[in-house]
């Protein structure tokens, strides 16, 4: 008797943990790391212990820099961890293809303890840069990084180095896209309510939200803004029964952050209600009704970090990707018929974020 | 306002919402409830409902016949089932932990499916609502009732028909006793390893559809991990419904409603914390289950190999 209220609390758990780390969690072994440059460096130190740095932190200009980045989801998730990736390639490109720039990533460690094992194995082998892309990695991070002075990692997204000089932090000031789309869902309502659908009441899910409700009640204080954290980064069934139940509660507009959406974005479209979209373009998903999408363009920040640890500094500073500083950008779906019209009115808003005259006041 | 919840609206919404996130947990537990009546514990339902879906949605996509991605789904949940199967009753290996191991297996093989076949995530065009003349106009029951798409009306038809299998026929009479006593039901030439080898099969199928009613007629995404957990509630739920078909459609929609209902309660913006809101329907059915736990009684066989004493 008492086995199976045990056994049945331990699967209640179970699925607990799983549902609220999202994306393929906990049991996931830590995948080896698909490397992207077959060329691996001849002299790359594979059996150093840990206390005996690697690398060095000179690059000659005949050896590649090399990145890599540990992430919660995958590198196509239409959200967090694309973002990353794609800033990675685009940055690949510009620097002279792998030869020069070599990536490495692990996908899908959405389980610290994995992550930290990966970025251990990663500064072994004497990468240059190490991006820890989670927020969830920090502890592991600060743990990790002393014992492999000469190498950089960053961690994002947060702003926090921990103090250590190898540490670069980033993070998105999401809620200036979270306010913009505001502004705009304000005025394409007409029931005056309007519904988000989050992950976890934290982070930059947490920032775009609250943005977002300044930038309603900026034009209509009397809209309500109803908010629902599901509880989870990857319940795409709870997410779309969440958009459904904003939509029976009578909004016609919605907006939601975090990869699980798409399961919202479905119910959106059916009953046919605007969407807006945030850290990656989500207007492929449903053409007819999401109107814009914030997306996160990483690349001014990393080329910011390499330049850094190319002249020597390893960490201790902090980035921020913003709209002033093109690291977010707004993408409008130009198959959405509201999009011309509302167009204008978002520029004034982005311009007035950029140059200060418009701040955004958080609760 | 708390008062904000008792409306009309509200009720009407919890219910048809309950209902429909109902769905895959009363396909993949009233399967798992057979295989646990054989005495078969299947961890690995949420293996086969990623798959499941995968398949679904893949072939979905690929031919757009809805049917056929619903077959496939059900096939790849047998092949599923036909592999658990074998490890558990011929190679007579530990239940819970082989169960873990085709968890990972599904996890693992439908991520690199949909890496390698899809790359990024997409819609497709799913089971419709089906439109009831008549009933479907009825206020309020018809929005709850009639308003659902085919794969959720099937999910609640297999609720009577497995008690009526379970209960009223030899089939189940030999599924139960297998899972009772295999000694005995061996002794009296029922075939222990092919009950359960039907038994594990019916239920790696019916965990394939529940992955379907996910990917092509609630969702019409597939993204990876969707299930997220959902296949572990699915075999929570079979204790909590006490091994009866009956028990199970009521644990299911426990905790599905439960879940509607704290949607509406952060929906209407009442003032409690957004993290307590989504635990409730989690410690609602601890909750129950602690205060009915004594009428609990496993089948006797639960997770033991069988292997015939000469």
Redesign the interface.
């Known amino acids: 008797?008492k086995k199976?209220?045990w056994?049945?609390?331990l699967?209640?758990a179970?699925?607990?943990?799983?549902?609220a780390c999202?994306?393929?969690?906990a049991?996931?072994p830590p995948a080896p790391a698909p490397t992207e440059a077959p060329a691996q460096p001849t002299e790359a130190p594979a059996t150093e212990s840990p206390t005996e740095a690697p690398a060095a932190t000179e690059v000659p200009a005949a050896e590649p820099f090399r990145v890599a980045v540990v992430m919660p989801?995958?590198i196509?998730?239409?959200a967090f961890s694309q973002s990353m990736y794609d800033a990675l390639v685009r940055i690949q490109e510009k620097m002279g293809g792998a030869d020069a720039f070599e990536i490495a990533y692990s996908e899908?460690l959405g389980n610290p303890d994995d992550a930290a094992a990966a970025i251990r194995d990663y500064a072994s082998q004497g990468f240059n840069l190490i991006i820890a892309h989670g927020s969830q990695y920090g502890s592991a991070l600060q743990e990790i990084a002393p014992d492999f002075p000469e190498t950089s990692f960053a961690w994002g997204t947060t702003v926090d180095t921990f103090g250590l000089p190898n540490i670069f932090a980033y993070e998105a000031a999401s809620q200036e896209g979270g306010f913009v789309f505001g502004v705009m869902a304000a005025g394409l309502t007409k029931s005056n309510v309007i519904?988000v659908v989050?992950p976890?009441?934290t982070g930059d899910a947490k920032l775009y939200v609250d943005g977002f409700k300044a930038g309603v009640l900026s034009v209509k204080p009397d809209a309500?803004v109803?908010?629902?954290?599901?509880?989870?980064f990857?319940?795409?069934?709870?997410a779309?029964?969440?958009a459904?139940?904003?939509i029976?509660?009578g909004a016609d507009v919605l907006t939601g952050t975090a990869?699980?959406v798409?399961?919202a974005i479905?119910k959106a479209e059916e009953s046919n209600v605007f969407w807006f979209g945030t850290q990656s373009n989500q207007a492929?998903?449903?053409p007819s009704i999401v109107v814009a999408s914030q997306v996160y363009v990483w690349d001014s920040a990393v080329e910011e970090m390499i330049s850094k640890i190319k002249a020597g500094t390893l960490g201790g500073e902090s980035f921020t990707i913003n709209l002033a500083n093109g690291g977010e950008v707004i993408e409008f779906n130009p198959d959405s018929t509201v999009a011309a019209d509302a167009k204008d009115l978002a520029d004034t808003t982005i311009d007035g974020i950029k140059d200060g005259s418009i701040t955004i006041t958080l609760p | 306002m708390i008062s904000d919840l008792f409306s009309v609206?509200v009720l009407?919404?919890i219910l048809a919402?309950g209902i429909?996130?109902a769905t895959?947990y009363l396909y993949a537990a009233i399967g798992e409830t057979f295989g646990q009546r054989s005495g078969v514990l299947n961890l690995g339902v949420?293996g086969q409902m990623l798959l499941g879906a995968f398949a679904a949605f893949y072939v979905a996509l690929t031919t757009g016949s809805l049917w056929l991605g619903v077959l496939t789904a059900m096939i790849v949940g047998a092949m599923m089932g036909l592999a658990m199967a074998y490890v558990t009753v011929n190679l007579n290996a530990e239940q819970g932990i082989s169960g873990?191991g085709f968890?990972?297996f599904g996890?693992?093989m439908s991520?690199l499916l949909f890496?390698k076949l899809l790359?990024?995530?997409?819609?497709v065009k799913g089971f419709p609502k089906i439109y009831i003349s008549g009933l479907s106009d009825i206020p309020g029951i018809g929005e709850i009732f009639f308003s659902q798409n085919l794969l959720v009306y099937g999910a609640y038809l297999l609720v009577p028909i497995a008690w009526f299998v379970l209960n009223k026929t030899t089939l189940g009479l030999k599924i139960r006793s297998v899972g009772e006593n295999p000694d005995a039901a061996d002794s009296l030439g029922v075939s222990v390893a092919r009950v359960r080898y039907f038994t594990i099969i019916l239920g790696g199928t019916l965990s394939g559809l529940g992955g379907a009613s996910?990917s092509i007629a609630?969702?019409?995404?597939f993204?990876?991990?969707?299930t997220?957990?959902?296949g572990?509630?699915a075999?929570?739920l079979v204790?909590?419904g006490a091994w009866r078909p009956i028990g199970v459609l009521g644990g299911a929609l426990l905790f599905s409603m439960i879940?509607?209902l704290q949607?509406?309660i952060?929906?209407?913006?009442i003032a409690i914390?957004?993290?307590i809101?989504?635990?409730m329907p989690?410690v609602f059915?601890?909750l129950v289950?602690?205060a009915s736990?004594?009428r609990?009684?496993?089948p006797s066989a639960l997770t033991k190999p069988f292997e015939r004493e000469n």
Not at chain 1, 234 to 238: C, I, K, Q
Not at chain 2, 266 to 269: F, L, P, R
């Open positions: 008797m199976f209220a056994f049945l609390t699967m209640l179970f699925a607990l943990v799983l549902s999202g994306a393929p969690a049991t996931q989801s995958t196509n998730d239409l899908s519904g989050g976890i009441e309500q109803n908010v629902t954290y599901i509880g989870s990857g319940d795409v069934a709870l779309a029964e969440a459904t139940t904003h029976s509660n990869q699980m798409v399961g479905g492929s998903l449903a | 609206t009407i919404g919402s429909r996130l895959p949420e873990i968890f990972l996890l693992g991520d890496q790359g990024t995530v997409e819609t996910l609630l969702l019409n995404v993204q990876q991990h969707m997220s957990g959902l572990f509630i075999v929570a204790y909590f879940n509607s949607l509406w952060q929906v209407k913006g914390p957004s993290d809101a989504a635990m989690y059915t601890i289950l602690v736990v004594s609990v009684r496993a």
